[in-house]
């Protein structure tokens, strides 16, 4: 069984920053791809940024040059730095993984159970 846990998330003022964290445990052989999605009320879940195992990254243009997706391989883990937090950034951000499991195989997508967003003053 893999389990993907997220922290970082809050009330932060327009301008501010924050650090979202989610790091995976359980079986786990390799991870791929990993990223963040949001899901603002009423609006479907969209990607915000996504990084694979090599380091690349893509963002959507709503967060380039705002968002930073990073990953530390050694801990299954992988951050997203919010700098400059608009009002519409407020969402829950969830983690995604794609995950080989021990035993099993894959790879497989996972998801956090979400951490809330909200920018305001």
């Known amino acids: 069984q893999v389990q993907l846990v997220e922290s970082g998330g809050g009330l932060v003022q327009p301008g501010g920053s924050l650090r979202l964290s989610c790091a995976a445990s359980?079986?786990?052989?390799?991870?791929?791809?990993m990223g963040w999605y949001r899901q603002a009320p009423g609006k479907q879940r969209e990607l915000v940024a996504t990084?694979?195992?090599?380091?690349?990254?893509n963002y959507a243009d709503s967060v380039k040059g705002r968002f930073t997706i990073s990953r530390d391989n050694a801990k299954n883990t992988v951050y997203l730095q919010m700098n400059s937090l608009k009002p519409e950034d407020t969402a829950v951000y969830y983690c995604?993984?794609?995950?080989?499991?021990?035993?099993?195989?894959?790879?497989?997508?996972?998801w956090g159970q979400g951490t809330q967003v909200t920018v305001s003053s």
């Open positions: 995604n993984a794609d995950i080989i499991i021990r035993l099993i195989g894959g790879p497989y997508a996972h």
């Open positions: 359980g079986s786990i052989f390799a991870i791929n791809a």
């Open positions: 990084i694979t195992s090599d380091g690349d990254t």
